[in-house]
């Protein structure tokens, strides 16, 4: 299984539309077996979904993602888990030992409005 979290210095990214970097870890037997971080290369909401696809993502853990996001990750036949704060490493244990804590209804608000320039989600209320 391949799983992939937005990554930020070892955190779990806060806004998948925004991400720059994914940590893609490969899962066999229920334990990571190896990993990389990879550069988005400045894709964006939509075409996250399909860079993911072609890295063999199957599941996407991370921070506020909004319905776009979540629709184009679900044509990929990607599943996602946001909501998901902390440590990367830690998130990825969880989700192989079936406790990851996600809040399935995680969304990013804002995209009702243009985006500022230095834009981060932290400045809206993503739940």
């Known amino acids: 299984m391949i799983i992939a979290v937005t990554y930020e210095n ?3 990214f806060q806004h998948f539309g925004h991400t720059e970097k994914f940590k893609i ?10 990993f990389k971080i990879v550069d988005t290369n400045g894709s964006g ?10 890295q063999g993502v199957e ?6 993602i909004g319905g776009g996001a979540q629709n184009a990750l679900t044509q990929a036949g990607i599943k996602f888990y946001g909501g998901v704060q902390g440590s990367a490493d830690q998130a990825v244990v969880a989700y192989v030992c079936g406790k990851l804590d996600y809040n399935p209804d995680a969304k990013c608000d804002h995209h009702d409005h243009e985006h500022g320039e230095g834009h ?6 993503c739940h």
């Open 10 to 12: 070892g955190q779990v």
């Open 25 to 34: 870890y490969d899962i066999q037997d229920n334990r990571v077996v190896s």
């Open 45 to 54: 909401h939509g075409a996250l979904a399909g860079f993911l696809k072609e």
């Open 59 to 64: 599941v996407l853990i991370c921070g506020g």
């Open 120 to 125: 981060t989600c932290g400045e809206h209320d």
